[in-house]
């Protein structure tokens, strides 16, 4: 089929590159010309496994770059809509940009085409579309509006558009749904899966094809917020029980081991760590609670899973007060500042909001993260140092913090990470190890939700005091 993708973020760039991949023709379109050119070139301007591989596969073939609007709406059959939906100073999603590639696309409506909104949006977004292409003058015969939500993570999105656990579909009209199964017969009826050069099926992805489900436009809005609220409700309800579990003694890894074996609540997004960040849960929650609120219902659950979330950061900062004492002067290595591990993306990234209140504190902070490094130093200026590596970031170091799940940081060579540090203490956001391991290497470890595992000397001073 022939697609228009409209937005070459996150979104659009693997939502273009994994449709031309289901054998779709594409056109990937922006406003920004230098953004255009570089793709047209071949630069890939995220940080997203198995991207840059589909990229060349189909540039210049089954998908292509354009400036123009208008034209990739003549050409297409179906327009996906992957703009930007930034949050207002008051959390509602800013919906402009959606607009004006609504307003442009109504003139170049001349045969049936679906408009798709994907970006995370309110509800009634759908009908506001409809209403702008009509208003511009387009046959509403011509056209259906349809709702696609996304499901990606970043850092897996490639594979969780090509193995989705399911594939939701708003649409008001049998035409409009009929053509949309039709996009994704490929993964539905499980085409893509027998082909011998398929990207490969991550491990823990459903084996069977994936559902794809039809709703009412509002429905497949509403299942989008809904789906990220219910996820970020999960990570804070995982933090609030692991603060009962540093009170009490009790051990989180255990406890969730316990929780996720239900099936009816399941093991994942069930780690305890610093809190969730990202373009993503931190706006949606904002944006589902307005939606809430403007629909008269006072949704205080959404309200709680946020300030938790805050919490979190704030209680690990006063650990590593707790471990250290005085925070003005002391160097600590820092290892991770994206949102999450695997993407370059620092949004809303807990971990760099730490060090941003770390530096305030006064420490001195050297970081290091696999990806992020560049767009950590535009946002931290001078305040910080970056180092090459782990080992570099924690040369030195009175103490080192793991901010960010990035797999290379739970891998760490320990001996050699002890014999560059100043005092074998670290204090980990993340959880990425085994307390008994540490201590084992000559570590004070602490973590969240667990008792701190402390080296034989460190644990001879405190049972001196706890005797004292
Ligand atoms: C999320 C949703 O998962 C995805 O479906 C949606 O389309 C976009 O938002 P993403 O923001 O890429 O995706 O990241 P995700 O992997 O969901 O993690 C979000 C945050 O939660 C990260 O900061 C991560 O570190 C944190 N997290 C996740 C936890 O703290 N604990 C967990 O168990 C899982």
């Given at each position: 089929?022939?697609?228009?993708?409209?937005?070459?973020?996150?979104v659009g760039l693997v939502t273009g590159a994994c449709f031309a991949d289901l054998g779709h023709e594409v056109v990937l379109v922006d406003?920004?010309?230098?953004?255009?050119?570089?793709?047209?070139?071949?630069?890939?301007?995220?940080?997203?496994?198995?991207?840059?591989?589909?990229?060349?596969?189909?540039?210049?073939?089954?998908?292509?770059?354009?400036?123009?609007?208008?034209?990739?709406?003549?050409?297409?059959?179906?327009?996906?809509?992957?703009?930007?939906?930034?949050?207002?100073?008051?959390?509602?999603?800013?919906?402009?940009?959606?607009?004006?590639?609504?307003?442009?696309?109504?003139?170049?409506?001349?045969?049936?085409?679906?408009?798709?909104?994907?970006?995370?949006?309110?509800?009634?977004?759908?009908?506001?579309?409809?209403?702008?292409?009509?208003?511009?003058?387009?046959?509403?015969?011509?056209?259906?509006?349809?709702?696609?939500?996304?499901?990606?993570?970043?850092?897996?999105?490639?594979?969780?558009?090509?193995?989705?656990?399911?594939?939701?579909?708003?649409?008001?009209?049998?035409?409009?749904?009929?053509?949309?199964?039709?996009?994704?017969?490929?993964?539905?009826s499980g085409w893509y899966y027998g082909r011998a050069d398929a990207i490969p099926r991550p491990e823990k992805a459903q084996v069977s094809?994936?559902?794809?489900?039809?709703?009412?436009?509002?429905?497949?809005?509403?299942?989008?917020?809904?789906?990220?609220?219910?996820?970020?409700?999960?990570?804070?309800?995982?933090?609030?029980?692991?603060?009962?579990?540093?009170?009490?003694?009790?051990?989180?890894?255990?406890?969730?081991?316990?929780?996720?074996?239900?099936?009816?609540?399941?093991?994942?997004?069930?780690?305890?760590?610093?809190?969730?960040?990202?373009?993503?849960?931190?706006?949606?929650?904002?944006?589902?609670?307005?939606?809430?609120?403007?629909?008269?219902?006072?949704?205080?659950?959404?309200?709680?899973?946020?300030?938790?979330?805050?919490?979190?950061?704030?209680?690990?900062?006063?650990?590593?007060?707790?471990?250290?004492?005085?925070?003005?002067?002391?160097?600590?290595?820092?290892?991770?500042?994206?949102?999450?591990?695997?993407?370059?993306?620092?949004?809303?990234?807990?971990?760099?909001?730490?060090?941003?209140?770390?530096?305030?504190?006064?420490?001195?902070?050297?970081?290091?993260?696999?990806?992020?490094?560049?767009?950590?130093?535009?946002?931290?200026?001078?305040?910080?140092?970056?180092?090459?590596?782990?080992?570099?970031?924690?040369?030195?170091?009175?103490?080192?913090?793991?901010?960010?799940?990035?797999?290379?940081?739970?891998?760490?060579?320990?001996?050699?990470?002890?014999?560059?540090?100043?005092?074998?203490?670290?204090?980990?956001?993340?959880?990425?190890?085994?307390?008994?391991?540490?201590?084992?290497?000559?570590?004070?470890?602490?973590?969240?939700?667990?008792?701190?595992?402390?080296?034989?000397?460190?644990?001879?001073?405190?049972?001196?005091?706890?005797?004292?």
């Open positions: 089929m022939r697609i228009a993708v409209v937005g070459s973020g996150y406003n920004d010309e230098q953004r255009v050119e570089a793709l047209r070139k071949g630069e890939v301007p995220i940080h997203e496994r198995f991207l840059p591989e589909l990229l060349t596969r189909h540039r210049g073939g089954r998908i292509k770059f354009s400036g123009d609007l208008q034209a990739a709406t003549r050409a297409s059959e179906a327009i996906f809509i992957a703009v930007g939906t930034p949050p207002t100073e008051s959390g509602d999603a800013d919906m402009s940009y959606v607009e004006s590639v609504a307003r442009e696309i109504s003139g170049a409506v001349d045969e049936y085409k679906v408009i798709v909104e994907k970006s995370t949006v309110p509800v009634y977004t759908n009908d506001w579309i409809r209403t702008i292409i009509t208003r511009n003058g387009t046959d509403p015969e011509l056209f259906d509006v349809a709702s696609n939500p996304e499901f990606l993570r970043e850092g897996t999105a490639v594979t969780d558009f090509l193995y989705p656990d399911r594939i939701v579909v708003g649409a008001e009209s049998e035409r409009a749904a009929e053509l949309m199964c039709q996009i994704y017969s490929p993964l539905t094809p994936p559902r794809l489900i039809v709703t009412s436009a509002q429905s497949a809005e509403i299942i989008k917020h809904a789906s990220n609220a219910f996820l970020a409700m999960k990570i804070s309800f995982v933090n609030a029980v692991a603060s009962i579990c540093e009170s009490v003694g009790a051990n989180v890894e255990q406890v969730c081991d316990g929780i996720g074996a239900d099936s009816r609540i399941g093991p994942r997004f069930l780690k305890p760590g610093i809190g969730y960040g990202g373009s993503c849960f931190p706006k949606d929650l904002m944006a589902f609670r307005a939606v809430a609120t403007e629909s008269g219902y006072d949704f205080r659950l959404l309200e709680e899973v946020i300030r938790i979330n805050e919490d979190q950061r704030r209680r690990f900062l006063r650990k590593v007060r707790s471990v250290l004492w005085t925070l003005r002067g002391k160097r600590l290595g820092v290892l991770g500042l994206a949102f999450k591990g695997g993407t370059d993306d620092i949004r809303e990234s807990p971990a760099l909001l730490l060090v941003q209140e770390l530096l305030r504190e006064g420490c001195k902070v050297c970081a290091y993260d696999p990806a992020a490094m560049e767009r950590a130093k535009e946002a931290l200026g001078n305040g910080a140092e970056f180092a090459a590596d782990a080992y570099q970031a924690a040369k030195g170091a009175d103490a080192v913090l793991i901010l960010t799940e990035w797999e290379e940081f739970a891998a760490l060579d320990l001996e050699r990470l002890r014999g560059v540090v100043k005092y074998p203490i670290v204090l980990d956001g993340r959880n990425l190890y085994d307390p008994a391991a540490m201590t084992a290497h000559g570590f004070s470890y602490y973590s969240v939700g667990r008792p701190p595992a402390l080296s034989e000397p460190a644990a001879a001073r405190s049972a001196k005091r706890e005797h004292a």
